[in-house]
């Protein structure tokens, strides 16, 4: 709460650097903000040329939307999970970059990292929007469920942050880690549901002599709850199950609490570190 307390009293402060993120981030690029569509479009058209057209993978049918078009079911996972990538990537070495601020002024250092993971949430909810677009223009009736969009976004983005929040200011004192990160991720978006069905995922499998159950491990790693829960919301048009929404949340605030408590045990040497 004390946490809290001292954020909203900086809540100026905040969007100044929030702001800062959203104007520097295609700074003197030509299509500017167009690139954050571009970028997830073109890789949907990619994916949905390997994985639809050669390996054959087929999206499921809506239910009960009806839809079945493998780009829109790949785009309904395909953004909140670069949303998670994106912000991870970024607010890891949000406070080696902003070094000489922290040397310089007394405030919460934590919004360095806040003001990233809202600058990229904004570009999350333009990125759904457009892609609510393309749903209606397709005869999916999306526009009741948007609320509900907004909801994941914010549990997502609540999320995110628990993550940043413990990535940022490890990295200052192990500066491998953003490339531990980095591999880490690539790894995680081959674990998730992303370019297929999680029905694809066998039940059980055996491995080294012992029968597992794999989706049932699988299902273990939040994000699968979490890009499952976009794909029903938006693309199947239903609520997510009630387990994957707890399992979602409770994730989400465990990590938020304890990443606003990783970061306050390292906070007091970060001008001394970076």
Not at 29 to 58: C, D, H, Q, R
Not at 89 to 116: C, E, Q
Not at 211 to 233: C, F, I, K, Q, T
Not at 238 to 251: A, D, E, H, Q
Request: charged share 15%; glycine share 4%; hydrophobic share 55%.
């Amino acid at each position: 709460m004390s946490v809290a307390r001292k954020l909203i009293e900086k809540r100026e402060l905040i969007s100044i650097f929030t702001l800062r993120e959203l104007r520097t981030k295609y700074k003197r690029s030509v299509l500017g903000w167009t690139w954050s569509l571009i970028n997830p479009l073109a890789t949907a058209l990619l994916y949905t040329l390997v994985f639809s057209l050669i390996l054959k993978v087929e999206a499921p049918v809506g239910n009960p939307s009806g839809i079945k078009n493998y780009t829109v079911y790949l785009l309904c996972a395909l953004l909140p999970f670069q949303f998670f990538n994106s912000t991870l990537t970024t607010s890891v070495d949000v406070l080696v970059s902003n070094g000489n601020l922290i040397k310089k002024a007394a405030f919460p250092r934590s919004i360095f990292v806040l003001s990233v993971v809202m600058a990229m949430t904004l570009t999350l909810v333009i990125e759904l929007g457009v892609l609510a677009i393309i749903l209606l223009a397709m005869g999916n009736s999306v526009l009741p469920w948007l609320p509900l969009v907004l909801v994941l976004v914010f549990i997502e983005s609540i999320f995110v942050l628990g993550v940043a929040l413990m990535a940022s200011v490890w990295n200052v004192y192990f500066r491998d880690l953003k490339y531990l990160i980095t591999i880490a991720l690539q790894f995680m978006f081959y674990l998730t549901p992303v370019l297929y069905p999680i029905t694809l995922v066998p039940k059980h499998s055996e491995i080294f002599g012992t029968d597992l159950p794999v989706r049932a491990l699988y299902r273990l790693n939040p994000l699968v709850g979490m890009v499952e829960s976009y794909r029903a919301v938006l693309y199947d048009l239903r609520f997510p199950s009630v387990g994957t929404m707890l399992y979602t949340i409770g994730w989400s605030v465990a990590l938020l609490v304890v990443g606003f408590w990783v970061f306050g045990r390292n906070e007091r040497r970060l001008a001394e570190e970076v």
